[in-house]
């Protein structure tokens, strides 16, 4: 089976609120088996609200909207769905029951405007909603199928799990499973690694898939078969072959920082880090790791006080990830040193060093840093500079 989603709320398209919705149905329906092609985010009209779920119809077999359920005049996709399917809405007076007792448990009084929430377009089959006054309903015709939930996460969440997924499991013979497992790469370019493994990327089944943010690769694997076990047998065998590819540059099904925290563990290193820019984008990755910081012994902080070519940040790095050994008692100093001008081309040389009982290791490279997320990438080159130590392998 085939499905899009459709979230509805204009104060998505403000971002005022995150799409939550989506992200939750796209891992669940996957999990089920379920292949998302598409998501997509309308505002609370009625007319493009119907004309999203007529073309996501036109190409998926179901459909699932969320949002836009509530009493309010701006809640329009029930009357949108209705206008979708050509049908009129039609009034059920055990829904209208199901709201009043629920304000009834809450002990609050139920408003005319509630009255709105117990239509459904004409023939759908209703969903109560226990979790809230909202109720959920699914439509069926020739042109596809709707469940239509509602926006409030919590809600959404339990009617998609008690309601919808038994639909599609018992009545729509979903039964196929779709594993996906993401591994985590450094070291290589994006258009390199896509090179690499190119074949890869280019099947049907499993499919392989990098994204990509500040140096850091996600190749997410996903496979599809008729069993658990059949799916992680096509999914192995995908990871060895790029594992096998890629080598050094693989950092494991775990994010870098995760990575260097738990190697620091196993192996008993201890750590202290020297960083040139108050930013400290070296001890911010690993502050936001669970366990990143159960090693580090310590922490210098000294952003420049004079100007500092490319030779003398990558002194000033050497020197600091000594300095921090030394005055920390740990047997590892990773030290992270930018110029203070960027080059002609906007571009900032940043040197990272690392020392060692093994003796040291130092890398120079140039970055965007006119922007905060540019100092992710100085996190990136330390952590990797020191996860290849503790790996055993080349810098």
């Not at 992200?23 to 999203?52: H, P, Q, S």
């Not at 779709?178 to 049907?204: F, N, P």
């Not at 600091?320 to 590892?332: T, V």
């Amino acid at each position: 089976m085939d499905a899009e989603i459709i979230a509805v709320g204009s104060e998505l398209l403000l971002g005022a609120t995150i799409d939550t919705n989506s992200a939750f149905l796209a891992r669940n329906l996957a999990a089920a088996g379920v292949n998302v092609f598409r998501k997509a985010v309308v505002g609370d009209n009625v007319e493009r609200i119907a004309a999203c779920v007529r073309e996501a119809m036109s190409r998926a077999e179901l459909v699932i909207v969320t949002g836009g359920l509530g009493p309010t005049l701006d809640d329009v996709t029930r009357e949108a769905v209705a206008l979708a399917f050509g049908r009129a809405l039609e009034f059920r007076p055990e829904l209208l029951a199901q709201v009043q007792a629920r304000f009834d448990a809450m002990g609050r009084p139920m408003s005319e405007s509630n009255r709105r929430q117990a239509f459904v377009p004409a023939g759908a089959r209703a969903i109560e909603n226990p979790r809230g006054t909202a109720p959920a309903f699914i439509v069926e015709g020739d042109e596809g199928t709707v469940a239509v939930l509602p926006g409030v996460p919590y809600e959404m969440r339990f009617l998609f799990e008690h309601a919808v997924l038994p639909y599609l499991r018992e009545e729509r013979g979903v039964s196929d499973v779709i594993l996906v497992k993401t591994l985590h790469a450094t070291g290589l370019g994006e258009s390199v690694i896509g090179e690499l493994i190119a074949d890869l990327m280019q099947a049907d089944n499993p499919t392989v898939g990098i994204s990509a943010k500040q140096a850091r690769y996600e190749l997410r694997i996903g496979a599809r078969a008729a069993s658990r076990d059949e799916a992680a047998a096509l999914v192995a065998q995908a990871e060895a072959t790029i594992r096998e590819r890629l080598g050094d540059n693989i950092s494991g099904d775990e994010p870098l920082a995760a990575a260097v925290a738990r190697l620091l563990a196993e192996t008993g290193h201890t750590l202290a880090v020297y960083e040139g820019s108050a930013l400290a984008p070296i001890y911010r990755a690993l502050s936001a790791t669970p366990g990143g910081l159960d090693q580090l012994r310590g922490l210098i902080v000294h952003p420049l006080d004079r100007p500092t070519d490319e030779h003398a940040a990558a002194s000033l790095a050497h020197v600091g990830a000594i300095s921090a050994a030394d005055r920390w008692r740990s047997d590892i100093g990773l030290g992270a040193q930018a110029a203070s001008e960027p080059d002609p081309s906007g571009l900032t040389p940043v040197s990272v060093a690392l020392v060692t009982p093994d003796g040291s290791r130092q890398i120079t490279r140039r970055y965007d840093l006119r922007e905060p997320e540019g100092w992710e990438f100085v996190g990136t080159l330390g952590l990797d500079l020191l996860r290849r130590y503790l790996i055993g392998a080349p810098a």
